[in-house]
């Protein structure tokens, strides 16, 4: 593992710096790259760029100009402007005229940003001069559930009032105290212990002739109850899995927009994309996601005063 890099210098215009844990006191105008390590920018970065794959970039002023860029990692500034953001945990107290791209988005001032994220929240959205801020929800394009499930939610209704009309003659039978009593005795009996005399014998043997009947209906329906309960609780599993399969396919896609002041546009859409980080999008595909405007898009909402609170279902 490289040193920590600590530069107290201004980092001009053309220089790269590679490392790993890099901290600059001093303002960057070149590039710095880490190897998925932290970079602490504490003053500005201008006109330059920051790197850090999967680690994190921390700027505490200001960044104007610039690609700060951690795919799979964090990022933090207190504002940016005119900026290339990405990052899998973007958070940035202020945005003027950015393009961002995240998984997971926290802006407190988004000004004509164009934003492309999977879990976005904003507290004010606005534009910038005559730019809007135009939102773009990164959800999968999935098919209704309900078709899918239909067949084994009939299958379930059939099998519970299979089970329903099962209980009811089990429950009857079950209320009938002489043909309980009968079922206990013959219980004891069965498993030795007890035994009758010859006049208690000859007792048994008319209850058996009165309840035999009975007590076999009894079994039968407990018998036949026995393979539904399971084929429904079967049902019952399968039908949850595909539900938690495709709430998990949902999770955390959603847009909230506390504020609205000022033309913004939010709209949706779904990326041939097996990663479900956003932000580890190829490079080739990332100009064309911010200006995408095909049937996969739609509109979720555009106005200039109000408030968002979506959430994919």
């Known amino acids: 593992m490289p040193a920590d890099i600590i530069e107290h210098r201004e980092v001009a215009e053309g220089r790269v710096i590679n490392g790993h844990h890099m901290t600059f006191k001093a303002s960057v105008y070149g590039e710095v790259i880490s190897e998925g390590g932290t970079v602490h920018i504490e003053d500005v970065l201008g006109w330059g760029a920051a790197q850090s794959h999967g680690g994190q970039i921390k700027i505490k002023k200001r960044a104007f100009n610039s690609t700060i860029y951690a795919a799979g990692g964090t990022v933090q500034i207190d504002t940016a402007e005119s900026c290339l953001i990405i990052g899998a945990d ?9 393009k961002i791209l995240a998984h997971k988005l926290r802006v407190a001032v988004a000004t004509g940003c164009q934003i492309v994220a999977r879990d976005i929240e904003i507290s004010t959205a606005k534009p910038h001069k005559s730019e809007p801020t135009v939102v ?17 939610l009939d299958e379930i209704a059939q099998t519970q009032g299979l089970i329903h009309a099962l209980t009811g003659k089990i ?33 048994y043997q008319l209850m058996e002739e009165k309840f035999a009947p009975s007590a076999k209906d009894l079994e039968s329906a407990v018998a036949e109850k026995r393979p539904l309960a399971k084929t429904l609780t079967a049902l019952q599993a399968e039908v949850k899995a595909l539900q938690d399969e495709r709430a998990a396919l949902l ?33 080739e595909a990332i100009p064309k996601i911010f200006i995408r ?5 739609k509109m979720v909402f555009s106005a200039t005063q109000g408030a968002v609170d979506w959430v994919a279902v």
């Open 293 to 297: 405007n095909d049937a996969s898009v």
């Open 90 to 98: 973007v958070k940035v107290r202020q945005a003027i005229n950015c």
């Open 251 to 283: 999770a955390d896609c959603r847009c909230r927009i506390a504020k609205v002041d000022g033309e913004t546009i939010v709209r949706k859409t779904s990326l041939d994309h097996e990663d479900i980080d956003v932000s580890q999008l190829p490079g």
């Open 136 to 152: 773009t929800i990164v959800a999968p394009d999935l098919p209704d559930l309900q078709p899918l499930i239909q067949p084994q």
């Open 171 to 203: 429950e009857a039978l079950k209320a009938n105290a002489a043909l309980a009593n009968y079922l206990v005795i013959r219980g004891k009996l069965r498993t030795g212990l007890v035994k009758l005399t010859e006049e208690q014998t000859q007792g």
